[in-house]
């Protein structure tokens, strides 16, 4: 069993900036694939951003030039940068490790974009 923890949400301005983080447990984290997924009030959860384990990098075209996705394996996290965020990027936050067969998720953090 994977631990995903995220952290980093909060409420924010338009056009403002925030950073989650997405912390794993296990000490392969390396070999693990890392997605970045939200889901807003009667909506879909929908994939927002994704790295695999050679840092490949794949973005929803809603937010292509706006979100950032990196990793650091020393400390088994996961980021994503959100810049020039608007109104419709509100949503709960999830992270999802994908790892061989098998998919592990976090709870999830809320990120308000509001004035």
């Known amino acids: 069993q994977v631990q995903v923890v995220e952290s980093g949400g909060g409420l924010v301005q338009p056009e403002g900036s925030l950073r989650l983080s997405c912390t794993a447990s296990?000490?392969?984290?390396?070999?693990?694939?890392m997605d970045w997924y939200r889901q807003a009030p009667g909506k879909e959860r929908e994939l927002v951003a994704g790295?695999?384990?050679?840092?490949?990098?794949n973005y929803a075209e809603s937010v292509k030039g706006r979100f950032t996705i990196s990793r650091d394996n020393n400390k088994n996290t996961v980021y994503l940068q959100m810049n020039s965020l608007k109104p419709e990027d509100t949503a709960v936050y999830y992270c999802?490790?994908?790892?061989?067969?098998?998919?592990?998720w976090g709870q999830g953090t809320q990120v308000t974009v509001s004035s």
């Open positions: 999802k490790v994908r790892w061989r067969d098998y998919e592990f």
């Open positions: 296990g000490r392969i984290f390396s070999q693990y694939n």
């Open positions: 790295i695999n384990m050679i840092s490949r990098r």
